[in-house]
């Protein structure tokens, strides 16, 4: 996992001057919006292992193919 955060590349906005996250790497609010939830309950999900989740820093990431392999998963276990 730590090779493939190394090799993600960050790039800078050139209108604002930040640095965004790549893509492939959600924030928590982008990881709620995706899985229709709340903010505070993808927050406590990837914070407890429930979805995967990456703590760059201060800040936490959910990879992206990751989280939507997690809810296949989920989605064939609930349809057994």
């Known amino acids: ?7 993600l590349s960050i790039q800078k906005n050139e ?3 930040h640095h965004e996250a790549p893509r ?3 924030t928590i609010a982008e990881a ?3 899985l229709r939830v709340g903010r505070d309950t993808a927050y406590k999900l990837a ?3 429930t979805i995967p989740a990456v ?4 800040s936490i990431r959910v990879p992206r193919a990751a989280l939507l ?9 609930a349809v057994r």
């Open 15 to 17: 209108q604002t001057g």
């Open 69 to 77: 392999a997690h809810v296949e998963r989920l989605a064939a276990e």
């Open 24 to 26: 492939d790497l959600l």
């Open 55 to 58: 703590r760059l820093g201060k």
């Open 1 to 7: 996992m730590s090779q493939e955060v190394s090799e």
């Open 47 to 49: 914070t407890d292992g």
């Open 32 to 34: 709620a919006a995706l």
